[in-house]
């Protein structure tokens, strides 16, 4: 088991997220940045799809009431096993009754809490993912508070060793592909999406990352039914302000869409933080494979160390 002691941060369980199930108006939830996610658990030996703490750029505090194996992924922290600093993309092993500190995230926004075995919650629907807006899921479908004890996956009792892999590198650079209403939009608006920087809004959060940076004019006006949306999805509505669809995201909108982020660069995406500038750059649908199979070559690259 592992004991909430403190978390003034947005703290949830989230694994891989619920698949298959949107159109009975079911979100996904799931990890923010995936390829983090799975990066932690192959270096513990764990599934891929196994649900690790997922915190918003930091301030948690946790208590360990077992020996086990833990790293850190995701954003770059600044964290302490008791007092001593450890380092994300490491993993450790831990003893019953020590304290894990996650300070603040130097770089990134979201980072991954993973522990050999996983956490043993219930799944619903499939998945031990937090959806917060349904309160289900997780933890009592809600956010950790101070004073969870939270129960731990079974595990080989024996430590681990001590090693670190290479981090997932932040880029302000997003791969897109180019959507079903693109056409709806300027030739003016198509240059401005693709040329400018676009800064995160503080407004931002796990159902949509919102950007502002100038103006996407339509070509058309008429009305829209609602139709299907995902994680990636960029929507613009009337104030021509591009919104990116995360992983709370709902299951319909009626805004246009002008493009789809890259999967490869979803994680990416996730970890920019309020108020820095990105740019989101054109990719053929060939072009976002290449970038899947680069992440896929990343994690089997861990896959050879993971056993030592």
Same mark, same amino acid.
């Given at each position: ?33 995936? @390829? ?20 918003? @750029?930091? *301030? ?34 831990? +003893? ?7 300070? +603040? ?26 959806? /917060?807006? /349904? ?5 009592? *479908? ?11 996956? $079974? ?5 681990? $060793? ?16 180019? $959507? ?33 940076? *100038?103006? @996407? ?12 949306? #995902?994680?990636?999805?960029? #929507?613009?509505?009337?104030?021509? #302000? ?24 979803? *994680? +990416? ?40």
């Amino acid at each position: 088991m592992i004991t909430v002691l403190d978390t003034p941060a947005f703290s949830t369980l989230q694994d891989l997220g619920r698949h298959g199930l949107r159109r009975h108006g079911i979100g996904h939830a799931g990890a923010m940045d995936t @390829l983090a996610l799975r990066a932690g658990n192959i270096l513990l030996g764990n599934p891929e799809s196994a649900a690790a703490i997922e915190t918003a @750029l930091g *301030g948690l505090t946790l208590r360990f009431e077992r020996d086990s194996n833990f790293c850190i992924t995701g954003a770059l922290y600044q964290a302490e096993l008791d007092g001593a600093a450890v380092h994300s993309y490491w993993r450790y092993p831990v +003893r019953k009754g020590q304290i894990l500190r996650l300070i +603040r995230a130097v770089q990134g926004m979201y980072g991954y809490v993973c522990i050999r075995g996983g956490f043993a919650v219930e799944e619903v629907l499939g998945s031990r993912s937090t959806d /917060a807006k /349904a309160q289900f899921g997780g933890w009592h *479908g809600r956010a950790l508070q101070a004073g969870d004890i939270l129960p731990l996956g $079974s595990s080989q009792p024996t430590p681990q $060793s001590r090693i670190g892999i290479a981090p997932i590198g932040f880029t302000h650079r997003i791969h897109a592909v180019i $959507s079903s209403e693109y056409s709806h939009f300027t030739r003016k608006a198509h240059y401005r999406f693709w040329q400018n920087a676009w800064t995160l809004q503080s407004n931002s959060n796990r159902m949509g990352y919102r950007f502002g940076g *100038g103006i @996407l004019e339509r070509a058309k006006h008429e009305e829209m039914p609602s139709h299907a949306v #995902q994680f990636g999805t960029v #929507q613009v509505p009337p104030n021509g #302000q591009p919104i990116v669809l995360m992983a709370d995201t709902q299951t319909t909108g009626g805004y246009p869409k002008i493009a789809c982020i890259a999967q490869a660069d979803l *994680g +990416r995406l996730a970890q920019v933080r309020f108020g820095s500038r990105i740019y989101f750059q054109i990719a053929t649908a060939e072009e976002a494979a290449k970038l899947r199979r680069r992440n896929e070559a990343y994690l089997n690259q861990i896959r050879m160390i993971a056993n030592q």
